[in-house]
């Protein structure tokens, strides 16, 4: 998969906010075959599988997702001739489902008041065990977590030094995974999360439905070591959507919702932690076109005014 999964671009985007001119930095993960961040992460968990010989010619692959790391396996699966079997909260965007089911994929969808998120976990072990499937189990699975060391966070540091990373934490895969290949450089690299202010486990307690898809799924993920998490950010929805489509129309830069929030996370970091702040962009706007990020009056709220961007 080498030229179509990882080594994607490191941007440096130069913005004002308070009156001064400041920049961070953001990993361009659409650039990846399926357009998300979740290639790399699947494609470590199957090649892994595969080694192991878990993963046989008839062996079906089985996953709970919010849409990412499915259309991930989906393409993927493809590739290798398999079976892909995918259970999802039907709250994502349609846009996923319709995907998933282009690259072959068979979709199982979960409503709030069936059971949401966690169902969707059940329903996928159940399915696995009746069916003799492969359980890809992103929430636990440490290929997960050593993708992001050995390749994305790798490829961070080829290009600069960190002084702090910052993201959401869907698996906690990027986090976790970037934070430990950057803190083995850098020991006094931050390492800060960000979580919707409607949906958090970490910070408040709160657990309200949100929009910021991919990130925020109702429980700590097993990947995840809150005490390796200096700091938490909560963001809102609306401050996500307004970011996001801010880097679009004001940058060019045509991203999904949680690299907006991601982006507003590390503009707020960069105020407190010197040095380079670094996040990532998970995907790209094209998933949420009938989402409310498609409809998104821009209100000019955020106080940041983007300049322009370099590419290192
Ligand atoms: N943003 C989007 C759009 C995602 O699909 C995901 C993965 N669920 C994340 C952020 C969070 O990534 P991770 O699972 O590595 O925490």
Redesign the pocket.
């Given at each position: 998969m080498k030229g179509l999964i990882g080594d994607t671009p490191l941007i440096k985007i130069n913005y004002k906010y308070k009156e001064k001119r400041r920049s961070v930095y953001a990993k361009i993960e659409y650039y990846n075959l399926t357009g998300?961040?979740?290639d790399r992460?699947a494609y470590y968990m199957l090649r892994s599988a595969m080694e192991k010989g878990i993963l046989k010619e008839d062996t079906p692959i089985v996953e709970a997702t919010?849409?990412?790391?499915g259309i991930s396996l989906a393409a993927i699966g493809a590739s290798l001739k398999k079976k892909v079997v995918i259970f999802m909260p039907d709250w994502v965007s349609k846009e996923r489902e319709k995907i998933l089911k282009m690259y072959g994929a068979e979709v199982h969808l979960y409503s709030k008041e069936e059971g949401g998120f966690k169902r969707c976990i059940l329903e996928a072990k159940k399915y696995a065990e009746e069916h003799q499937g492969f359980l890809t189990n992103?929430f636990s699975n440490l290929d997960?977590i050593r993708a992001h060391k050995e390749t994305t966070g790798k490829e961070i540091l080829e290009k600069i030094t960190v002084d702090g990373f910052i993201?959401?934490?869907?698996?906690?895969?990027?986090?976790m995974g970037i934070g430990e290949a950057l803190c083995a450089k850098n020991p006094s690299c931050h390492l800060w999360a960000l979580e919707p202010k409607n949906m958090s486990i970490l910070k408040t307690g709160v657990t309200l439905s949100h929009k910021i898809?991919?990130?925020g799924d109702e429980f700590i993920p097993d990947l995840v070591s809150p005490n390796k998490i200096e700091n938490i950010l909560l963001i809102t929805d609306e401050e996500a959507l307004e970011m996001a489509s801010m880097l679009a129309s004001d940058l060019g830069l045509g991203v999904?919702i949680?690299s907006g929030a991601n982006f507003l996370a590390a503009v707020k970091m960069e105020e407190e932690v010197k040095g380079n702040i670094v996040t990532v962009f998970?995907?790209d706007l094209k998933k949420y076109i009938s989402s409310d990020l498609g409809a998104w009056q821009k209100c000019g709220k955020l106080g940041i005014e983007l300049l322009d961007y370099e590419i290192l």
């Amino acid at each position: 998969m080498k030229g179509l999964i990882g080594d994607t671009p490191l941007i440096k985007i130069n913005y004002k906010y308070k009156e001064k001119r400041r920049s961070v930095y953001a990993k361009i993960e659409y650039y990846n075959l399926t357009g998300s961040i979740k290639d790399r992460v699947a494609y470590y968990m199957l090649r892994s599988a595969m080694e192991k010989g878990i993963l046989k010619e008839d062996t079906p692959i089985v996953e709970a997702t919010s849409g990412n790391t499915g259309i991930s396996l989906a393409a993927i699966g493809a590739s290798l001739k398999k079976k892909v079997v995918i259970f999802m909260p039907d709250w994502v965007s349609k846009e996923r489902e319709k995907i998933l089911k282009m690259y072959g994929a068979e979709v199982h969808l979960y409503s709030k008041e069936e059971g949401g998120f966690k169902r969707c976990i059940l329903e996928a072990k159940k399915y696995a065990e009746e069916h003799q499937g492969f359980l890809t189990n992103q929430f636990s699975n440490l290929d997960n977590i050593r993708a992001h060391k050995e390749t994305t966070g790798k490829e961070i540091l080829e290009k600069i030094t960190v002084d702090g990373f910052i993201s959401g934490i869907g698996t906690g895969g990027t986090l976790m995974g970037i934070g430990e290949a950057l803190c083995a450089k850098n020991p006094s690299c931050h390492l800060w999360a960000l979580e919707p202010k409607n949906m958090s486990i970490l910070k408040t307690g709160v657990t309200l439905s949100h929009k910021i898809d991919g990130i925020g799924d109702e429980f700590i993920p097993d990947l995840v070591s809150p005490n390796k998490i200096e700091n938490i950010l909560l963001i809102t929805d609306e401050e996500a959507l307004e970011m996001a489509s801010m880097l679009a129309s004001d940058l060019g830069l045509g991203v999904g919702i949680s690299s907006g929030a991601n982006f507003l996370a590390a503009v707020k970091m960069e105020e407190e932690v010197k040095g380079n702040i670094v996040t990532v962009f998970p995907d790209d706007l094209k998933k949420y076109i009938s989402s409310d990020l498609g409809a998104w009056q821009k209100c000019g709220k955020l106080g940041i005014e983007l300049l322009d961007y370099e590419i290192l």
